[in-house]
C-alpha cells in the first residue's frame, strides 16, 4: 500500500491550515511591508524543492514555498479585510499619520 498521497495531502492541509494565522498576526503586528520575506520563503523552500529527490519532502517543500507566495496576495487582502472591520486593527501600527490615514 502507497501511503504518500495520504502523507502529502495531510501536510499540504496543515501547512495551508498554518499559513492562515501567520497571515492575520503578520498583518497585525508587522503589516503589508513584510511581503519580501514571504517572497524569499517562497524561493527558497520551492528552490530547495527541486534539488531534493524523496517525494515526499520534495512535495512538502513545494507546497510550503507556494502557500508563502499565496501569502503575499492574503497579506494585502488581509489590510482589506481590516478596514473592512472584518478583523481587528492593531492600535500601535497607527502612531504615524501615514498609517492612520491607511486605516481611516
Same mark, same amino acid.
Given at each position: ?7 502529502? @495531502? ?5 501547512? #495551508? ?6 497571515? #492575520? ?5 508587522? *503589516?503589508?511591508? #513584510?511581503?519580501?520575506?514571504? %517572497? ?5 523552500? #520551492? @528552490?530547495? &524543492?527541486? %534539488?531534493? !529527490?524523496n517525494q ?8 510550503? *514555498?507556494? &502557500?508563502? %507566495? +499565496? &501569502?503575499?496576495? !492574503?497579506?494585502?487582502? /488581509? !489590510?482589506? $479585510?481590516?478596514? =473592512?472591520? +472584518?478583523?481587528? $486593527?492593531?492600535?500601535?501600527k497607527l =502612531?504615524?499619520?501615514?498609517t492612520k /490615514?491607511?486605516?481611516?
Amino acid at each position: 500500500m502507497n501511503m504518500q498521497g495520504i502523507v502529502i @495531502g495531510v501536510a499540504a492541509f496543515l501547512i #495551508i491550515g498554518i499559513f492562515h494565522p501567520i497571515v #492575520i498576526k503578520t498583518e497585525y503586528y508587522i *503589516g503589508k511591508k #513584510i511581503w519580501p520575506m514571504f %517572497l524569499l520563503g517562497g524561493i527558497l523552500f #520551492i @528552490g530547495a &524543492s527541486v %534539488l531534493i !529527490e524523496n517525494q515526499i519532502i520534495c512535495a512538502i517543500l513545494g507546497v510550503t *514555498g507556494f &502557500s508563502c %507566495l +499565496w &501569502s503575499i496576495h !492574503e497579506i494585502f487582502e /488581509q !489590510e482589506k $479585510r481590516v478596514k =473592512k472591520g +472584518w478583523f481587528p $486593527r492593531n492600535p500601535n501600527k497607527l =502612531k504615524t499619520n501615514k498609517t492612520k /490615514q491607511q486605516y481611516l
